[in-house]
């Protein structure tokens, strides 16, 4: 499955280099092993896409809030880069 997401510039710039290998988002899609995240830089500012996007894929989903310290409805989702950005 293909997951279309926002996501903002400091934490998209270090997606692309391969520093953050990781997404913690709200669990409200289903987020499953193999899925593809369509990551699109979003400025808050003009609350706007910047155009700039990344494909990267769900290699591992953590859903237990406990002992992890995970807000509940809260996912922390491994990610590895599937694309360079995207046009």
Do not use: N
Request: aromatic share 10%.
């Amino acid at each position: 499955m293909l997951h279309d997401l926002k996501i903002w510039p400091e934490h998209y710039d270090v997606v692309v280099d391969g520093r953050k290998r990781f997404e913690l988002r709200r669990d409200d899609r289903d987020f499953q092993v193999g899925d593809t995240l369509m990551l699109r830089e979003w400025c808050l500012e003009t609350e706007t896409y910047t155009g700039r996007s990344v494909l990267v894929r769900v290699a591992f989903v953590l859903r237990e809030a406990e002992p992890f310290g995970l807000m509940e409805g809260f996912c922390a989702i491994s990610i590895e880069l599937e694309s360079e950005e995207l046009p």
